[in-house]
């Protein structure tokens, strides 16, 4: 069967760095992403990972491991509109393969 | 970036009655578009890939003639929760897509079914 895992929820205080990490196991892999939803909405972009490494945006980074099958997504200066829920997605030819999804709680 | 709407927000039913949602790519052709089902607190679960002019292909456990897709156009697809139970209950929530890179979402519908 296909499956990535996450933690199911992190906590963390406004300015901390958090890590989310994804494992996966799926039948193909072209890559690796990450999506944030707030409650009630819909997912939103926000890395993508081909090949391993870290990936950098802003105060967001991805990395990627094919190798172990591992990936994670880090958040750094958090803040309080970071609250949500993060899912890595496995892209299976032009499928998405959700992760199982961590909720971020940041307080104040 | 590429926008998505979907078509009603939010929806309340009577069991066995249909109900239509709509998926719009409105600055763009979507080549292909994506169904997908989220329950509370759960993760998003794929249920079918739709391609325009051409049938639906559903995911495993997804029955076809309860949740018929319709892709009339590059910028429409159609879902349609026939006789919908409580059950049925859940956020749909399409994407679309014209290369295999990113798929845009839209903001989703959430469907209560009484």
């Known amino acids: 069967g296909q499956s990535l895992e996450q933690p199911s929820e992190v906590t963390a205080v406004e300015g901390a760095i958090v890590q989310i990490n994804c494992t996966y196991q799926?039948?193909?892999?072209?890559?690796l992403s990450w999506y944030q939803q707030h409650d009630g909405g819909a997912p939103t972009f926000l890395s993508y990972n081909a090949l391993d490494g870290l990936e950098e945006t802003g105060r967001f980074s991805s990395f990627l491991s094919r190798s172990d099958s591992y990936g994670y997504l880090l958040l750094q200066e958090l803040q309080m509109k970071d609250s949500a829920s993060y899912f890595c997605?496995?892209?299976?030819?032009?499928?998405?393969?959700f992760g199982t999804g961590t909720r971020l709680q940041v307080f104040p | 970036g590429a926008v998505v709407s979907q078509h009603p927000s939010r929806v309340i039913c009577k069991s066995g009655t249909s109900v239509k949602i709509e998926c719009r790519s409105l600055d763009f052709q979507a080549t292909t578009m994506f169904w997908y089902r989220q329950f509370p607190k759960q993760s998003l679960m794929l249920m079918a890939t739709?391609?325009?002019?051409?049938?639906?292909?559903?995911e495993q456990g997804v029955e076809k003639d309860k949740f018929l897709i319709n892709h009339a156009s590059l910028t429409l697809s159609t879902l349609t929760v026939t006789s919908a139970h409580p059950e049925d209950s859940s956020f749909y929530i399409c994407?679309?897509?014209?290369?295999?890179?990113?798929?845009?979402f839209g903001p989703g519908t959430r469907l209560t079914v009484l």
């Open positions: 994407s679309a897509t014209w290369t295999s890179n990113e798929q845009f």
């Open positions: 997605a496995v892209r299976d030819g032009d499928k998405l393969i």
């Open positions: 739709s391609n325009e002019g051409s049938k639906a292909t559903y």
């Open positions: 799926t039948s193909g892999f072209y890559g």
